[in-house]
Every structure is written in C-alpha cells, then in structure tokens.
C-alpha cells in the first residue's frame, strides 16, 4: 500500500484507502459520513482555463465602481477599494482590514496560486513551491467571502433605493460572475491537486516510503495531516514533527483544543452584547443625527416592505451568531466530558457550525458599501459605529473558536470495533 493510498477523515480520524470516483461523485466517511474527497475532471487545461477566467474577472470585480447613487443634484459611486479606504479614514481600521483581507487578499491569494499551479501541471511539472502554494489557497478559501460580500452587494442595492437614484455598475455584475465561477473554482480541492501532482510521470516512482498493510493492523501509530492530507508513521525521536510534502506541523490532536474553543468562545459572547446594544452606523442629515442597530435595520427592511431582506439580515445577523455560541459550547462541554452522546449528530453540527460562520459578515459588508455611498455633503453622510467593530470581532473569533476545536475527539471515547484511526 503507497502512503498516497491512505486518506484520514478530516472529522473522525477513521483510514481509508483511496478509491478512484467519477466526476460529480464523492468518497464518504464510513463511520460519521463526512466527504472524503469528489471526483472531478482532472484536465488541469481545463482547470487553468477557468482559474484564470475567473482572475480576470476578479479584476474587474476589484477595480470597476459597484454602484452609483444621485440625488439633489449629487453623484456617488464606490469601488471596493474605495470603500474600505473610507472605513479606514473614519478610524475604523480594524474593520476595515478584516474586510479587505476577506474580499480582496484571500480570494487574491488564493485564484493566483491556483492559477500557477494549474498552468503549471497542464505542462506536465510541479512548480516551485507547490505544496506551500496549495497549502495558501485551503487556508485562503476557509476565509475568503465573495459570495457573502455578493449577497451584501445586493442588500445595499435594494436599501439604497429609498434614498436614492441607483444606477448598477459593472462591478455588480462581474461580482456575480465571479461567485458563480469561484463555485466552479472550490471544487478543484488543493488535496486532489495534490495527488494529481503526486502521480506526474516519474514522481511515484521516486524514493517514498510504503505503508504495509500487516503494519496498519498490528497497530502502528500514524498521524495524518490536516492540510494536505498525508498519512505518515509517528516518529518518536523527534520533539516537533512536521508533514514531509507540505511542512505543516502534525499532531494527534489540535493542542489544547478545548481550552482555546473555550477562550475564543467566551471572548465572542462578551462583545456579542455590545454588538447588538451600539450603533453599527450613524446617519447625519439635515433631519439631524440618527442611530442605527443592526436591530434597527432589520426592522426597516420590514416596515418598508422587504420582508425577505429581513428576513436574512435578522438570520445571519442575529439567528446565526447566538446558534454558533450555542452549538460550540454544546460540542465543547460534551467533548470536555468524554461524552458518548450521539456522536454523528455532533459531527454533523459541527460541520453545520463551520459552513455557515462566514455568513454572519453579511452586516459588516452591507455597512462597509453603505458608508462609502451615501457622502452627500450637507444633505446625508452615513458613518460607522462601535458596534461594527464588536459585531465584527464576534464574527471573526467563533469563526476561529470552530477551527481550533477539533471534531475527532467527538470520536475517541466511542469504541471503533476495530477500525483503524488516527
């Protein structure tokens, strides 16, 4: 057996052995059903040519206005540069860079390193760097948001419209075709690349060492890595073992995971309350000066008769946070306690958790292009509060508290009838 055979699931620890799927097909985990891997069409011209379509229209997205405002004989438009560049201004540089580093490095980092790798196995060679590379875009796509920020483009559209003239931009549209292109773009998984990379011609047949199916079964300690995947022998000469393909650093387990879920848990429950108690954003206009909660704005979207934009700020703003909190505590307290309840269920919850913390930044970009656009001078200028600043780090820090938990301790007090796990 080549160790390249051998695959750990990411949630419970349980070995496979790689199996060849079709594409639009998927490996699941025998024991808590998590996806393993999905077949796709391994044609890396084909991946190059949608990586870079989608590069070009990344650049389009970054650099052209979204959207423009009139009214009384005043012109506003925004770019997204242009509008974090007014957070900044407004001494919310906090703020701001986490938007920048969510909506323009990240997705940056990511399409161009997966356009040099793929133009590169499309010739037949590994690049240099290439398992650093693809181990940037797994941890660039944990955290970039376009298709967040596209859903908050659309918000801030439909609000503007009470306001103001709204005149759509070619940066909207290029936004929404880069969402339905990263869709395309975050199936070709940096661990697929991987063994795509692996299996060039002359590559498996270079000096690697080969797991013996004897040793598996007579117990031999292995750890797997969490970035790309690789199952190695545990080595216990050395103090710090790292992965020999990617140089991530391989544990067992996360260290001290339930501890640290717990800190950054509590943290984000504290600024949660003045989250919802500060303004995210003040009005000034010649009625004078107005409040806005991110209460307050779900029920303007109501009484104005946008019931379904509500409807989803009220969800993601409110709904999502205080479930999050309340689902990582309950996987904390229950790991904490060696617990044998339901296992499956957790770990399904827990994936729940992972998939849907990104979409509580929705507010922060819809406060982020509102700023930007509505600068009228005496008639109405919008700035940021406070509460941006809490809600943004609530954001930010249970999305952090899920990566640090690691979901295979659900799975090491319950009896594994022989599998083989790591």
């Not at 405002?69 to 007014?86: H, K, M, N, P």
């Not at 940066?171 to 880069?178: R, T």
């Not at 031999?220 to 393909?245: D, F, I, M, N, W």
Request: hydrophobic share 50%; charged share 15%.
């Amino acid at each position: 057996m080549h160790r390249y055979d051998l695959i750990s699931c990411h949630d419970c620890g349980v070995l496979h052995m790689r199996r060849p799927v079709r594409p639009r097909e998927k490996a699941l985990c025998v024991r808590c059903r998590s996806v393993l891997y999905r077949g796709i069409y391994s044609d890396a011209s084909r991946m190059a040519a949608i990586t870079m379509g989608a590069v070009f229209t990344f650049l389009i997205a970054q650099f052209f206005p979204i959207v423009q405002l009139d009214v009384g004989g005043y012109s506003t438009s925004a770019t997204l540069l242009g509008a974090i560049r007014v957070l900044w201004t407004e001494h919310m540089e906090v703020v701001a860079t986490v938007v920048f580093l969510f909506t323009m490095v990240l997705p940056a980092v990511e399409l161009g390193s997966l356009l040099y790798v793929t133009l590169s196995l499309r010739k037949g060679r590994r690049p240099p760097g290439f398992d650093h590379l693809l181990r940037a875009v797994g941890i660039a796509r944990r955290w970039g948001m376009t298709e967040v920020l596209m859903i908050g483009i659309l918000i801030t559209i439909v609000k503007m419209t009470s306001l103001a003239e709204v005149i759509v931009q070619p940066g909207v549209f290029a936004f929404g075709a880069l969402t339905l292109m990263l869709a395309i773009v975050v199936s070709f998984d940096p661990k697929i690349l991987w063994n795509i990379g692996e299996h060039l011609p002359g590559r498996r047949r270079a000096a690697q060492k080969t797991f013996h199916y004897a040793a598996l079964t007579k117990g031999a300690p292995l750890l797997a890595c969490h970035a790309c995947g690789l199952v190695e022998s545990l080595k216990y000469t050395v103090r710090h073992q790292y992965c020999a393909r990617c140089g991530a650093r391989l544990h067992r387990r996360h260290p001290d995971s339930i501890g640290r879920t717990w800190a950054f848990l509590l943290a984000a429950a504290i600024l949660y309350i003045p989250a919802n108690l500060l303004p995210v954003m003040y009005t000034h206009s010649l009625f004078g000066k107005e409040d806005d909660t991110i209460i307050s704005g779900v029920v303007y979207f109501w009484t104005s008769g946008s019931p379904a934009l509500a409807a989803i700020i009220f969800i993601a703003s409110i709904v999502v946070p205080v479930l999050k909190l309340a689902a990582l505590a309950l996987l904390a307290w229950t790991t904490q306690r060696r617990s044998r309840w339901q296992p499956l269920q957790r770990t399904a919850l827990y994936r729940v958790v992972e998939f849907v913390g990104r979409w509580s930044m929705l507010d922060i970009f819809v406060i982020t292009l509102t700023v930007a656009l509505v600068r009228f001078q005496s008639l109405a200028v919008i700035t940021a509060g406070p509460g941006a600043l809490a809600f943004c780090a609530v954001v930010v820090l249970t999305m952090i508290a899920s990566m640090q938990f690691d979901p295979r301790l659900i799975w090491d007090p319950i009896d594994t009838h022989g599998e083989k796990h790591v």
